[in-house]
């Protein structure tokens, strides 16, 4: 057992947090307020290879690993996590579908622009009657003669409004369940299909999220990705993955908040002498690094496991759902650390105690983590 990292991931981590603590850190709150879409930034990212780092060189990728991956995640989040998930829903799902489950011509069209981040990929599972149900598609897919035509409305994309290529899954078989989903790539500006609204949210603002619509929307029959019948299938395998990212990216916003509130209780002063001095703070503190330390643990642990080729279903679940709920836990002592000024926006904690809340709700509320990994449990 290793529990080191590579001289080579310790200096991607260095790059990446010199990247977001230059680049990222002195907009944090303009894009927050404005729900501003940090376009050059993710740009900026493209051309240092992080939107496709887990991708072969072969289709335009870095050809690094899961733990390269949550390593990238982590220190964009640990400045904001807008950033952060802009980035995984693009890589670990949308562009990751493709490589996963997609033809050799579909490779060949899709992954080397979106590796290099030339385009923005989306991801679209859930819809207004089908969130953690999501067998409960309503989203159909009729084949006529070369053509599939899609009708339906996703929501809580991330990347709707500014994606180039969307991965989507409708019902071809509706009396086969689960088995009678399958799974679509649809590129931007074709006919029938566009985003609709774009939702306003708590936290995690400048990552736009919102609906995609298709209204008789026309695809070639090429354009089915996969099997026909294992689009759910699919998804299930492709949020393995997705949940790493998930993961990573609450570890990174509670590292957010942690560094804040450590830094903060060794200079604000209460009764003649720093707060960080007085046990009640200290016991928060330690806490805090705890579970930030165990969460970590777990998140990387899923991330090699995946990169040795095995199956991470129970890893990886069990990694989001305690990163998710600690990184919660730890936003708000940060907050309370802070006393008044943490329900300020003058100090970063206000933002991530908002920001954080989604990681235990997105790609699988923690009720569903906790359902995933009893199946697991049981099956042994």
């Known amino acids: 057992m290793d529990f080191e990292y590579t001289p080579e991931q310790q200096q991607l981590r260095r790059a990446v947090r010199e990247f977001a603590e230059a680049e990222i850190r002195p907009h944090v709150m303009e894009w927050d307020e404005a729900q501003t879409f940090p376009l050059e930034v993710i740009r900026r990212l493209a051309a240092l290879g992080y939107m496709g780092a887990i991708f072969p060189e072969q ?35 949308c562009a990751n579908h493709i490589y996963k489950m997609g033809s050799d011509e579909q490779r060949r069209r899709y992954l080397p622009k979106l590796a290099s981040g030339e385009w923005l990929g989306c991801w679209s ?35 709707a409004h500014y994606a180039d290529v969307c991965v989507a899954m409708a019902v071809t078989d509706r009396g086969e ?16 299909f566009r985003p609709g609204k774009k939702e306003n ?10 609906e995609v619509i298709f209204e008789n929307c026309r695809l070639p029959a090429s354009h089915l990705l996969g099997k026909r019948g294992e689009g759910f299938v699919d998804s299930l ?7 790493i990212s998930i993961a990573a990216l609450a570890i990174g916003m509670a590292q957010g908040a942690y560094d804040a509130a450590l830094n903060y209780s060794k200079l604000r002063k209460q009764f ?9 703070i200290q016991h928060k503190l330690v806490d805090m690094a705890t579970e930030l330390e165990a969460a970590r643990l777990l998140t990387y642990r899923a991330g090699w ?31 309370q650390i802070h006393g008044g000024y943490g329900f300020i926006k003058d100090y970063p904690v206000e933002k991530f105690y908002r920001d954080v ?3 235990t709700i997105g790609e699988g509320t923690s009720e569903i983590q906790r359902l995933v990994i009893a199946r697991q449990l049981l099956k042994d």
């Open 59 to 93: 289709w335009g990728g870095a050809g690094l690993g899961y733990i390269e991956y949550a390593i990238i995640i982590e220190e964009l989040s640990r400045v904001d996590g807008s950033v952060g998930i802009i980035l995984a829903a693009h890589t670990s799902l």
């Open 125 to 159: 599972l859930t819809e207004p009657e089908a969130g953690s149900d999501a067998a409960g598609t309503r989203t159909t897919a009729v084949r006529e003669d070369h053509h599939w035509v899609l009708n339906g409305a996703k929501t809580f994309t991330t990347n």
């Open 177 to 192: 369940g689960q088995h009678g989903i399958s799974a679509f790539v649809i590129e931007k500006g074709t006919e029938g």
């Open 201 to 210: 949210k708590l936290g995690l603002r400048a990552s736009a999220t919102g």
């Open 237 to 243: 395998k492709i949020l393995d993955g997705g949940r």
């Open 272 to 280: 003649g002498r720093p707060i960080s001095e007085f046990q009640a």
């Open 305 to 335: 496991a995946l990169d040795q080729g095995r199956r991470v279903t129970r890893e990886s679940a069990m990694a989001k759902l305690f990163a998710s709920e600690a990184a919660v836990r730890i936003a708000n002592e940060a907050v």
């Open 357 to 359: 809340k989604l990681c």
